[in-house]
């Protein structure tokens, strides 16, 4: 079974070279942050094109949309790689759709997924031409009815279910199991489906959504969700004479931040995802189904990483060594959020002694932590450091907090290194404030 990906802590080019220097992208990496300054996002175009390779190949044969979930991290340059990779989106929110739309993204190869769109979203997706809506719940769909009604067209719509499984991940991240914001619940199918047969005609219901968790090591949580959609779609047949045929698995798939974690094979949750459907299509009489799968994560989390620049640091009297980098929690948020660990390296390494440091963020806060108690080449003022899988969920979760500017984001390849999202300058910063008259 291939390797892919998801499953190395280092992007595809990150090697460290015959200098003892990290490079990536066929670029050393003290090199870009000349260039671009620090700190920086940098993601490896190998890494995203091997990842979207393998799972098209994973996935041949088979009636199959991928659609990259946007919230991973949305520019409009993310745009033009899937775009190009032949994957459609998972857009959340009009700004993500705006952003598509403003790329030229094929507006049609998006699906419209969150638990409250509101009525100007639902708006603006008709409008920018959106054709598939994962419908959350009961007011999304009054509403979704409405709009369309008064725009005199008909939607196709998914309806997201909880499938009440649960999934080992961090529990800010399950989204699949019954106590949970999300989808409706199972009991709930038949009022809804009710409501779209009778009372929605400009809703036309084609199939099911359920996203079961993100950062998932398990391949069985997938099979049974397919089950679930496809039981589920029986019993709409049954009832109400419906016959549902596109089911959308969510994404998930996870990636190896640390040593020990253990990433599945895309091939593997392929193959799951593929004997599943293969045997409840069989089983609940289900024909030319039409699948959807949504990663994120897995699509630009290994590619990216952030390098910092080392500066203060502090010795805790018989305690820990905590060394200061220029940013932090509001680059990254996940390991004050969720307790998420990361893998650095000190990025040019000249086989000095080693010693373990804790890696602080310059925010004004405790929590602001971005990796505890790792061992380091002792670490100087003005030294890099490379923070490894950076790619999701770390521009698309940064914040000015304490007025910071945001960092670059670039994109690196074959050794040439292109700007996908600029570095903040001040006066944007600044740029929506006013001084209300009051105060002037
Ligand atoms: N589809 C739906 C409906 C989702 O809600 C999500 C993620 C995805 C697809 C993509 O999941 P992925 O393949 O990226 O695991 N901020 C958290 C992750 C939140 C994920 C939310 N939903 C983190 O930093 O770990």
Redesign the pocket.
């Known amino acids: 079974m291939n390797n892919t990906a998801n499953q190395s802590v280092r992007p595809k080019t990150c090697n460290r070279n015959k200098n003892g220097i990290l490079e990536i992208g066929g670029i050393e990496i003290p090199e870009l942050i000349k260039q671009f300054g620090s700190p920086l996002y940098i993601y490896d175009y190998a890494t995203i094109d091997s990842i979207t390779k393998d799972f098209k190949k994973a996935f041949e044969g088979r009636d199959i949309h991928m659609m990259y979930?946007a919230?991973?991290f949305m520019t409009k340059a993310i745009c033009k790689i899937m775009q190009k990779e032949n994957f459609g989106l998972?857009c959340?929110s009009a700004g993500e759709l705006y952003t598509a739309h403003s790329a030229d993204f094929d507006m049609k190869n998006i699906v419209f997924?969150g638990n409250n769109k509101t009525c100007e979203e639902l708006r603006i997706a008709i409008d920018f031409g959106v054709q598939l809506f994962?419908v959350d719940n009961f007011t999304e769909a009054k509403n979704l009815d409405k709009i369309a009604k008064e725009k005199n067209v008909t939607v196709n719509i998914l309806l997201?279910i909880t499938p009440g499984i649960e999934c080992h991940t961090?529990e800010?991240?399950q989204?699949g199991n019954i106590d949970s914001k999300?989808g409706f619940d199972l009991t709930q199918i038949d009022d809804i489906v009710s409501l779209v047969v009778n009372e929605y005609k400009n809703l036309n219901l084609v199939g099911l959504?359920a996203?079961l968790?993100?950062?998932?090591f398990e391949t069985q949580v997938y099979h049974d969700a397919v089950e679930v959609m496809m039981r589920e779609a029986k019993l709409i047949k049954d009832k109400f004479g419906l016959s549902l045929n596109t089911f959308n698995i969510?994404?998930?798939?996870?990636i190896k931040y640390v040593e020990s974690d253990e990433p599945i094979s895309i091939y593997k949750i392929a193959d799951v995802i593929k004997k599943s459907f293969d045997e409840n299509c069989e089983k609940y009489g289900i024909e030319k189904p039409h699948l959807y799968i949504?990663?994120?994560?897995?699509?630009v989390?290994t590619a990216g990483i952030t390098v910092y620049t080392a500066g203060s640091y502090k010795q805790v009297p018989n305690g820990r060594k905590y060394v200061a980098v220029d940013g932090g929690m509001a680059d990254n948020i996940?390991p004050a959020?969720?307790d998420?660990a990361y893998t650095a390296e000190k990025v040019s390494y000249a086989d000095e002694e080693k010693e373990i440091v804790t890696l602080a963020g310059r925010y004004c806060e405790s929590g602001d932590i971005l990796i505890k108690d790792v061992e380091m080449p002792k670490l100087q003022e003005g030294d890099l450091i490379c923070l490894y899988d950076t790619g999701?969920?770390c521009y698309s979760?940064s914040s000015n907090y304490n007025r910071t500017l945001k960092p670059a984001a670039v994109i690196v390849k074959d050794g040439v290194a292109q700007i996908m999202v600029r570095r903040q300058s001040f006066e944007e910063l600044v740029e929506n404030d006013e001084i209300p008259e009051m105060l002037k």
């Not at 968790?213 to 998932?216: A, E, K, M, P």
């Not at 969510?250 to 996870?254: E, L, V």
């Open positions: 979930a919230k991973a998972d959340v997924n994962s997201r961090h800010y991240i989204t999300f959504h996203h968790g993100s950062q998932i969510g994404g998930g798939a996870g949504e990663p994120g994560r897995c699509i989390g996940r959020l969720y998420a999701a969920y979760m």
